[in-house]
């Protein structure tokens, strides 16, 4: 029987160009126990996430930043649609191209209700599409999109090779021992722990 | 008690509000967000953002529609901005207004732009004036967490009440609310 301490809060970027637009989402994903960071744009976002956007590779300007962005693990991004240079779609699309990022589940926000740009959106990947103005009852289908994409990263982990073994997995880079003993636990619990042992699991690079 | 009498003077000009369209139901949304605390912090914080940003938008606005040559894309990107804001903090007559500046943007009307600059410009003084009464009211009423559920509960059953009104619309309602 493990004891659960205070797990760590999921941690969301939200990105949006408006001021008030981002107090808003802000106070509803604290509201709703979510850690926050926000950024006004997507190139700022992708900066945030460790992301060059010229590449894919991760390219950091500074040495303690990109320390920073490897640490800080990214459970959600949550975007507008609508903003100036990079779209929501734009950033979507890079998110996706990112062999680092990909698995992180997107939202896209937008006050006009589109058929044809939700669907662009809902085909190039993202999980939810919003209209805005965002309420406190959209928070809650957050968590499920994050509590997914850790499942299917754990059973990725596990069918790239054995979790236990460090050194024989060629792409997966994340897969150190840390929590080898852990079968009894559900696999949430692992996902969870893993966040807190090693932030950078949460984006592994394994293709 | 001082607070008591604040605390009606602060329900009344919140009920008016949303007996006016001035607000619609994502004020409550806020009002919802409030910081337990009791601190006025949370709609304080957003209203204030809000009419900073309005504020800024509708100078631009009125830059641009002083030019000799309008650039129509750029008015309609920043009505646009407006509309959002507005539709998020549940400011409803000038998300309205932004609306029906947008139509007139996009049939690159000039004058028509202009008229309904300063439609949403008098709504967005007549929005920003209540706010300010309501934020200097609030800190005095809110002291807790009891006074706040009371104060939403007030807010609540009078926004119901509204609905039926707007339902039924009979006069005789009205004495109600």
Not at chain 1, 109 to 128: K, Q, T, V, W
Not at chain 1, 174 to 185: I, L
Not at chain 2, 4 to 24: F, K, P
Not at chain 2, 110 to 128: H, K, P, Q, S, W
Request: net charge negative; hydrophobic share 40%.
């Amino acid at each position: 029987m493990a004891a659960v301490a205070t797990e760590t809060p999921f941690h969301v970027l939200a990105v949006d160009d408006s001021l008030p637009d981002r107090k808003l989402i802000e106070r509803l994903l604290k509201t709703s126990s979510f850690q926050v960071t926000t950024v006004d744009s997507g190139s700022k976002a992708l900066e945030f996430l460790g992301i060059h956007h010229d590449s894919s590779t991760p390219i950091s300007v500074q040495e303690d930043q990109l320390i920073y962005n490897q640490e800080v693990a990214v459970n959600l991004i949550i975007t507008d649609y609508c903003m100036p240079g990079m779209t929501g779609y734009d950033l979507l699309k890079k998110i996706k191209e990112s062999s680092s990022l990909r698995d992180i589940p997107v939202v896209i926000m937008s006050s006009e209700n589109i058929p044809s740009r939700i669907n662009r959106c809902l085909e190039e990947g993202a999980d939810e599409f919003f209209l805005k103005p965002v309420r406190l009852s959209d928070m809650s289908k957050l968590k499920p999109h994050i509590l997914k994409s850790r499942c299917k990263e754990h059973y990725n982990q596990q069918s790239d090779g054995k979790i236990d073994e460090s050194s024989s997995t060629p792409t997966n880079s994340s897969s150190s021992s840390s929590s080898s003993s852990d079968n009894s636990n559900s696999r949430k619990r692992k996902a969870e722990g893993d966040a807190e042992i090693l932030p950078k699991a949460n984006r592994s690079r394994h293709s | 008690m001082a607070a008591a009498a604040l605390r009606e003077q602060l329900n009344a000009l919140l009920s008016s509000m949303y007996a006016s369209g001035l607000v619609d139901d994502q004020f409550q949304q806020l009002q919802m967000l409030q910081d337990d605390g009791g601190t006025p912090g949370f709609v304080a914080e957003v209203v204030t953002l809000f009419c900073d940003d309005a504020d800024r938008i509708i100078s631009e606005l009125a830059a641009l529609l002083e030019q000799p040559v309008v650039d129509f894309d750029k008015v309609d990107a920043y009505v646009h901005q407006l509309k959002g804001s507005s539709a998020s903090v549940g400011a409803q007559k000038v998300k309205f207004t932004c609306m029906q500046f947008r139509e007139l943007c996009q049939h690159k009307n000039r004058d028509g732009c202009i008229m309904a600059l300063t439609l949403v410009r008098n709504e967005f003084y007549d929005l920003r004036n209540k706010f300010q009464t309501m934020l200097q009211v609030v800190p005095y009423v809110l002291k807790g967490p009891f006074d706040f559920q009371v104060f939403t509960g007030i807010v609540k059953m009078e926004h119901m009440l509204l609905k039926l009104k707007r339902i039924a619309c009979p006069c005789f309602l009205l004495k109600f609310v």
